[in-house]
């Protein structure tokens, strides 16, 4: 079964670092996955607490206060090719 995010609304609501090397996002409709920070050297090299400064735009886009990059869902989701969908 395939599933589009361009048809479904994905909205994050928080993110955490509670698992030693893991970052996990909460959605709004309850479901939460958890991504290694080996795939987001950026983030994993922030300090815990620079790592909690961060800002959810648009329910799918993240922007960390002590980083230049802008990270969107699709990037913790593995789905980077389909960013020409949104």
Do not use: N, Q
Not at 47 to 60: A, G, H, L, W
Request: aromatic share 12%; net charge positive.
């Amino acid at each position: 079964m395939t599933t589009s995010l361009k048809k479904s609304k994905i909205c994050i609501e928080k993110l955490s670092f509670d698992i030693a090397g893991k970052i996990s996002l909460k959605f709004e409709d309850g479901r939460v996955i958890i991504v290694p920070l080996k795939y987001f050297p950026e983030i994993k090299k922030m300090s815990v607490e620079k790592r909690k400064k961060y800002t959810i735009v648009d329910d799918r886009t993240i922007l960390f206060t002590y980083s230049d990059l802008i990270y969107h869902l699709e990037d913790f989701m593995g789905l980077e090719s389909k960013w020409s969908e949104r």
